[in-house]
T-cell receptor, first 110, second 112 residues
Framework: GENVEQHPSTLSVQEGDSAVIKCTYS??????FPWYKQELGKGPQLIID?????GEKKDQRIAVTLNKTAKHFSLHITETQPEDSAVYFC?????????FGTGTSLTVIP | DVKVTQSSRYLVKRTGEKVFLECVQD?????MFWYRQDPGLGLRLIYF???????EKGDIPEGYSVSREKKERFSLILESASTNQTSMYLC???????????FGPGTRLTVT
């Protein structure tokens, strides 16, 4: 089955700096790549996603890039704010199933 | 937005008890999922259902069963709870015409 790897597991940045989280996947049939933000005590919330026919997508301070050839995709957060502190998960969809990375704990230092 | 609710936020059960975790979604979505979330392991799929009375095993179904008698409700059952089933359990729903998956707030289950 699909294997999704996510790095780094923890990330600390100064407020206003950028944060980048990277994921790789193994199954070339994966066609949808969402990113979730999970705050303490809550379920994951979808923040941005990208389909396999698109290379980049941006939504205000958040962007996702996809390299299908290399089978990797990345989350970019610019101008980070303390409220961006959370755990971020990447995922890859193959068929009807989602496969998740192990999460990145992002801390934005004021 | 889709709303997915789970019956309990926190649950403490004893080893050997039968445990029911309930999930309800309000958007008539066909697909529903149960995951467990453990530190360092991410989210792992236990079972999913793509229609009423239909179910498919995920990656870690052992020790669990599910029930979907109505479209909006998907139940996860631990027939005989064990300490290694202590975890955060997340329910999700997705419409067949969309890729987006919506999660509930989670149930943190502790088995003692």
């Amino acid at each position: 089955g699909e294997n999704v790897e996510q790095h780094p597991s923890t990330l600390s940045v100064q407020e206003g700096d950028s944060a980048v989280i990277k994921c790789t996947y193994s199954d070339s049939a994966s066609n949808y790549f969402p990113w979730y933000k999970q705050e303490l005590g809550k379920g994951p919330q979808l923040i941005i996603d990208i389909r396999s026919n698109v290379g980049e997508k941006k939504d205000q301070r958040i962007a996702v890039t996809l390299n299908k050839t290399a089978k990797h995709f990345s989350l970019h957060i610019t101008e980070t704010q303390p409220e961006d502190s959370a755990v971020y998960f990447c995922a890859a969809k193959t068929g009807n199933q989602f496969y998740f990375g192990t999460g990145t704990s992002l801390t934005v230092i004021p | 937005d889709v709303k997915v609710t789970q019956s309990s936020r926190y649950l403490v059960k004893r080893t050997g008890e039968k445990v029911f975790l309930e999930c309800v979604q309000d958007m008539d979505h066909e697909n529903m999922f149960w995951y467990r979330q453990d530190p360092g392991l991410g989210l792992r799929l236990i079972y999913f259902s793509y229609d009423v009375k239909m179910k498919e095993k995920g990656d870690i179904p052992e020790g669990y069963s599910v029930s979907r008698e109505k479209k909006e409700r998907f139940s996860l059952i631990l027939e005989s709870a064990s300490t290694n089933q202590t975890s955060m359990y997340l329910c999700a729903a997705r419409d067949s015409s969309s890729y987006e998956q919506y999660f509930g707030p989670g149930t943190r289950l502790t088995v003692t």
